[in-house]
Nanobody, 121 residues
Framework: QVHLVESGGGLVQAGGSLRLSCAASGRTFSDYAMGWFRQAPGKEREFVASISRSGGFIYYADSVKGRFTISRDNAKNTVYLQMNSLKVPDTGVYYC??????????????WGQGTQVTVSS
C-alpha cells in the first residue's frame, strides 16, 4: 500500500514562499511519477504540478508556472513543491499524489492527507 505524508504547509503573506515536502513509502519510489494537486475552499481539486520518475519531465498548471517548482529526491523517497510569490488564490489544501504512470500523474490513485496553505493579503 502506497503511503504519502505531506508537510510544510502554513500561513504566509502574499509574496512569500513555502516549501512542501511529501515522503512516500510502499513501493519503489523511483519507478513512478509524482505530483501535487490542491483544493481551494468551495472548489474542486485541481492539478498543480507533476514530475516524471527520473525528474526529466515536469509539468505545471498555467496558474503556477514561473512561481512553483516541483522536484524529487529518489534517494530520500521525497517529492517537493517550492512555492514562491504566493498569491491569495493559492490558498487551499495541497495533496501529494501518484498513480501508475512513469511520466506524468494524470489520474491519481493515491493521495496524501493534505497540508493546508493559507496566503493572507
Amino acid at each position: 500500500q502506497v503511503h504519502l505524508v505531506e508537510s510544510g504547509g502554513g500561513l504566509v503573506q502574499a509574496g512569500g514562499s513555502l516549501r512542501l515536502s511529501c515522503a512516500a513509502s510502499g513501493r519503489t519510489f523511483s519507478d513512478y511519477a509524482m505530483g501535487w494537486f490542491r483544493q481551494a475552499p468551495g472548489k474542486e481539486r485541481e492539478f498543480v504540478a507533476s514530475i516524471s520518475r527520473s525528474g526529466g519531465f515536469i509539468y505545471y498548471a498555467d496558474s503556477v508556472k514561473g512561481r512553483f517548482t516541483i522536484s524529487r529526491d529518489n534517494a530520500k523517497n521525497t517529492v517537493y513543491l517550492q512555492m514562491n510569490s504566493l498569491k491569495v488564490p493559492d490558498t487551499g489544501v495541497y495533496y501529494c499524489v501518484t498513480d501508475s504512470s512513469r511520466l506524468r500523474v494524470t489520474t491519481p490513485d493515491y493521495w496524501g492527507q493534505g497540508t493546508q496553505v493559507t496566503v493572507s493579503s
